[in-house]
């Protein structure tokens, strides 16, 4: 099994019970059960866990659950051992991974709406042209933090790439095409 220790599913840093068991080398039944058992005792079990049916290597569907941070911490607070311990530690740095990327993702989102002058303005709505300064801004983080994808930047450097999304600007020339394309007439 090589899938992420946590993904996005819903805009939230999700893990699945299969994952779990996997990684604690446990069957997969025995930690639907312990989830299960915290079902009984937790109030706000359905904002922590929501249970899916995901299909087999038969095709077969199967129960499993997915659960955010909160869910994933209660449930770990349950195992024990080194193994446990090293298992925990990877999936809180797989959780902070996550949530960085997505205020990362979040905040060079709002720079690049900024930069085209709003979702409504002629720029934003011109796919090119937004692609273009998406493709820009990408081009100078690459160049700036020497990494050839957002997700891998370190977390010491996490801070200095927002610094970076709030201070970009794009080349003249994307400068001068983003005021040219807006400053056209809409086409009704």
């Known amino acids: 099994m090589v899938e992420e220790l946590v993904i996005m599913r819903d805009r939230q840093a999700v893990t699945t019970s299969l994952q779990v068991a996997h990684n604690l080398e446990k069957k997969h039944q025995r930690v639907l059960r312990d989830i ?3 079902k009984q005792d ?13 299909p087999d290597s038969y095709g077969r569907d199967r129960r499993i659950y997915y659960m955010n941070r909160d869910g ?6 349950g195992f024990t051992g080194k193994k446990a311990l090293q298992f925990k530690l990877k999936y809180i740095d797989a959780f902070n991974q996550s949530n960085m990327a997505l205020a990362f993702s979040k905040k060079r989102n709002a720079k690049i709406i900024n930069v085209l002058g709003g979702k409504k303005s ?9 692609a273009k300064t998406y493709r820009a801004l990408f081009s100078s983080y690459r160049e700036t933090f020497d990494q050839d994808r957002y997700n891998d930047l370190p977390m010491k450097d996490f801070d200095k790439a927002i610094d970076f999304v709030n201070n970009w600007y794009p080349p003249f020339e994307l400068q001068q095409e983003i005021q040219q394309t807006n400053a056209q007439l809409a086409i009704v």
């Open 36 to 38: 299960d058992a915290l």
């Open 72 to 77: 994933f911490s209660l449930l770990a607070m």
């Open 122 to 130: 002629n720029a934003y709505r011109d796919k090119n042209v937004r």
């Open 42 to 54: 937790v109030s706000n079990f359905g904002q922590m866990f929501i249970e899916s049916n995901q």
